[in-house]
């Protein structure tokens, strides 16, 4: 029974969370993107050490549930075949290989063998503190602080998440950078550090205006989520702040 879905949306899900698989991980398994098939439903996973990325949507599929999880390569080859029209995709699962039908090309891949994260238990299920922020704001923000972060110069940033503000900063041997954004926050003062590409990648495949961030500490991860329904979710872990 072949899963069916539009181009487009397969192109989406897979952008959405191909930039969070492993790169150099001992696990095979995790340089691939887990894709989760039950009736009405299909979920894309991907995880590397320090985050998740899950992309969820409903889709009009009748059969088994499936697990199996796609090499990233294939996934690169397959998503530049997509076009923008409104066709589908099919895709023929076996037991270890994986057949996409796009149009009148046929890519076939094997799939990848190994025991994948159980992300259910990875994903905190309470929150202490939520923010809800501007996705655009957020990005511009990191990216002005992150002017003095370089390969050369690390640094993680660091976030006050307090009442109707974010404040952060990032300092380096380059200099000292500040900023500050608005958000509606429910929840005690905390104090986190971030990659900030880790966050910037995550925020940028967000496809939405406005996102829900929920903290539990400073140490614990955090979830980036749409403000409304379940169709993605990020989670990352936070660095540790060096003490002012």
């Given at each position: 029974?072949?899963?069916?879905?539009?181009?487009?949306?397969?192109?989406?899900m897979?952008?959405?969370?191909?930039?969070?698989?492993?790169v150099?991980?001992?696990?095979?398994?995790h340089?691939?993107?887990k894709?989760?098939?039950?009736?009405?439903?299909?979920?894309?996973?991907?995880?590397?050490?320090?985050?998740?990325?899950?992309?969820?949507?409903?889709?009009?599929?009748?059969?088994?549930?499936?697990?199996?999880?796609?090499?990233?390569?294939?996934?690169?080859?397959?998503?530049?075949?997509?076009?923008?029209?409104?066709?589908?995709i099919?895709?023929?699962?076996?037991?270890?290989?994986?057949?996409?039908?796009?149009g009148?090309?046929?890519?076939?891949s094997?799939?990848?063998?190994?025991d994948?994260?159980?992300?259910?238990?990875?994903?905190?299920?309470?929150?202490?503190?939520?923010?809800?922020?501007?996705?655009?704001?957020?990005?511009?923000?990191?990216?002005?602080?992150?002017?003095?972060?370089?390969?050369?110069?690390?640094?993680?940033?660091?976030?006050?998440?307090?009442?109707?503000?974010?404040?952060?900063?990032?300092?380096?041997?380059?200099?000292?950078?500040?900023?500050?954004?608005?958000?509606?926050?429910?929840?005690?003062?905390?104090e986190?550090?971030f990659?900030?590409?880790l966050?910037?990648?995550?925020?940028?495949?967000?496809?939405?205006?406005?996102?829900?961030?929920?903290?539990?500490?400073?140490?614990?991860?955090?979830?980036?989520?749409?403000?409304?329904?379940?169709?993605?979710?990020?989670?990352?872990?936070?660095?540790?702040?060096?003490?002012?």
């Open positions: 029974y072949p899963v069916v879905l539009e181009q487009k949306l397969l192109k989406d897979v952008r959405q969370t191909i930039f969070a698989v492993s150099n991980d001992s696990k095979i398994v340089t691939g993107v894709f989760e098939v039950a009736p009405n439903l299909i979920r894309l996973v991907a995880v590397d050490g320090s985050r998740l990325a899950m992309r969820t949507e409903a889709i009009n599929y009748m059969g088994d549930e499936l697990s199996f999880v796609v090499p990233a390569k294939t996934l690169n080859e397959v998503t530049k075949l997509i076009g923008d029209d409104e066709d589908t099919s895709l023929g699962i076996g037991k270890r290989h994986i057949i996409f039908e796009i009148s090309y046929q890519i076939i094997r799939l990848l063998d190994g994948f994260l159980n992300y259910k238990n990875a994903i905190p299920t309470t929150c202490s503190a939520t923010a809800k922020v501007n996705t655009r704001e957020m990005i511009e923000s990191i990216d002005r602080t992150s002017l003095i972060i370089t390969d050369k110069f690390k640094s993680p940033v660091r976030f006050v998440f307090d009442d109707k503000l974010v404040r952060i900063s990032s300092v380096t041997a380059l200099g000292t950078a500040n900023d500050s954004f608005s958000c509606e926050y429910e929840g005690n003062r905390i986190i550090g990659n900030n590409k966050l910037l990648d995550a925020l940028r495949a967000c496809d939405a205006d406005e996102v829900k961030i929920e903290l539990n500490s400073g140490s614990s991860p955090i979830l980036i989520l749409p403000t409304q329904g379940d169709s993605f979710l990020f989670l990352i872990l936070p660095m540790r702040l060096k003490k002012e």
